[in-house]
């Protein structure tokens, strides 16, 4: 019978309890992300933004995109747009209303 020296030992039973001590670690909650703490305006939403900035600047359809969206209140949300380098600002209802294109 072989005796292993006391720091292989050793050694092994830290791994051990480190392995077992990462297992026991949980990932945050998806509310407290980064990615989540801003609600952003849905897909339809952000088209009429899109549209009303068309109809407004005369851009082509095919040139104005979103880039970024947020909720501001319960019922409305802004909606950043860029319309063949030129930036927007559109503010548009849950109702499907556009308030304002700047």
């Known amino acids: 019978m072989s005796v292993l020296p006391a720091s292989i030992v050793l050694n092994s039973l830290a791994a051990t ?3 077992v001590m990462a297992g026991c670690q949980s990932s945050p909650d998806p509310q407290q992300t980064a990615r989540t703490t801003l609600q952003t305006a849905p897909a339809d939403l952000q088209l009429l933004c899109a549209n009303a900035v068309v109809t407004q600047t005369g851009a082509a359809q095919d040139k104005v995109l979103p ?3 947020r909720q501001l209140d319960a ?4 909606v950043e747009l860029n319309a063949a380098g030129k930036q927007h600002s559109c503010v548009v209802g849950s109702d499907g209303v556009v308030k304002s294109v700047t």
Do not use: P
Not at 75 to 78: A, D, G, L, P, V
């Open 75 to 78: 019922t409305s949300y802004q």
């Open 17 to 19: 309890a480190l392995l």
């Open 67 to 69: 880039v970024s969206s």
